[in-house]
């Protein structure tokens, strides 16, 4: 959810760099999917709505120009997924952000994970992005500019430009208990900022990430769209 405020304090902490075990020795405990409806007005106008799996998934996405006379309304999809998983020593909150229909405005575009005071970081945090132009032929890139905030984590980074079949963006970090006290539960925060208009990488970075997701500065606050977070919990014992 894009939220705005005043004056950004960004807190780069100094996170040691641990070993963990590779993507696939994590389990998904807990997930939770929103889908999201991008609208624009004459080039111009812009509003995002939260939409129902089925009206997703049955959307078209070569639906563009309206029928109507002097009016251009070009819609975008995309799917939002948080996810607690498990390796049995350390637990990871994960945020995949997957487009349907590719955005029209490719500019640098924010994506985080808040977290709870009671956690914290295990080591760096980890963006890729993968974009297919055919189902076969696909890039990876981890070019991203992360910072980290004492309750989340985020990455800025520039959307490519192309015609795309399928655009993710994935971003995760492990965690681990901030004391010594058993854990009941825990709470992931995931959050993505698209850019309606151009910024630059500078301005992409003006942002912190907590419990309200991200949270952008006011001096770019008017240039991205706003979704709600896709919180996901898991209880237990820990």
Same mark, same amino acid.
């Given at each position: 959810?894009?939220?705005?405020?005043?004056?950004?304090?960004?807190?780069?902490?100094?996170?040691?760099?641990?070993?963990?075990?590779?993507?696939?020795d994590?389990?998904?405990?807990?997930? #939770?999917?929103?889908?999201f409806k991008?609208?624009?007005?004459?080039?111009?106008?812009?509003?995002?709505?939260?939409?129902?799996?089925e009206?997703?998934?049955?959307? $078209?996405? /070569?639906? !563009?120009?309206?029928?109507?006379?002097?009016?251009?309304?070009?819609?975008?999809?995309?799917?939002?997924?948080?996810?607690?998983?498990? #390796?049995?020593?350390?637990?990871?909150y994960?945020?995949?952000?997957?487009?349907?229909?590719?955005?029209?405005?490719?500019?640098?575009?924010?994506?985080?994970?808040?977290h709870?005071?009671?956690?914290k970081?295990?080591?760096?945090?980890?963006?890729?992005?993968?974009?297919?132009?055919?189902?076969?032929?696909?890039?990876t890139?981890?070019?991203?500019t992360?910072q @980290?905030?004492s /309750?989340?984590?985020?990455a800025?980074?520039?959307?490519?430009? !192309?015609?795309?079949?399928?655009?993710?963006?994935t971003?995760?970090? #492990?965690?681990e208990? $901030? @004391?010594?006290?058993?854990?009941?539960s825990?709470?992931?925060?995931?959050?993505?900022?698209?850019?309606?208009?151009?910024?630059?990488? /500078?301005?992409?970075?003006?942002y912190?990430?907590?419990? @309200? !997701?991200?949270?952008l #500065?006011?001096?770019?606050?008017?240039?991205?769209?706003?979704?709600?977070?896709?919180?996901?919990?898991?209880? !237990?014992?820990?």
């Amino acid at each position: 959810m894009k939220k705005i405020i005043i004056v950004l304090i960004a807190m780069f902490a100094t996170i040691p760099t641990l070993a963990f075990a590779d993507e696939g020795d994590f389990e998904i405990v807990s997930s #939770n999917e929103k889908y999201f409806k991008t609208t624009t007005i004459n080039f111009s106008t812009s509003y995002t709505e939260e939409i129902s799996k089925e009206e997703y998934e049955f959307s $078209n996405i /070569n639906e !563009g120009i309206s029928p109507r006379i002097s009016s251009y309304i070009s819609t975008e999809y995309k799917k939002m997924t948080t996810s607690i998983l498990s #390796n049995g020593s350390y637990y990871r909150y994960k945020v995949v952000l997957d487009w349907k229909k590719m955005p029209k405005v490719r500019s640098y575009d924010i994506i985080g994970i808040g977290h709870n005071s009671s956690v914290k970081m295990a080591g760096s945090p980890t963006f890729n992005l993968k974009y297919c132009t055919e189902i076969s032929t696909c890039t990876t890139t981890t070019t991203a500019t992360k910072q @980290s905030f004492s /309750n989340g984590a985020g990455a800025s980074f520039k959307l490519p430009t !192309g015609d795309f079949v399928t655009l993710q963006v994935t971003f995760y970090y #492990n965690v681990e208990k $901030n @004391s010594n006290s058993t854990l009941y539960s825990q709470t992931a925060y995931g959050d993505y900022s698209h850019a309606t208009s151009s910024v630059t990488a /500078n301005q992409a970075k003006q942002y912190s990430v907590d419990t @309200s !997701g991200i949270v952008l #500065n006011s001096s770019v606050y008017n240039y991205y769209d706003s979704i709600s977070t896709a919180s996901v919990s898991w209880s !237990g014992n820990w």
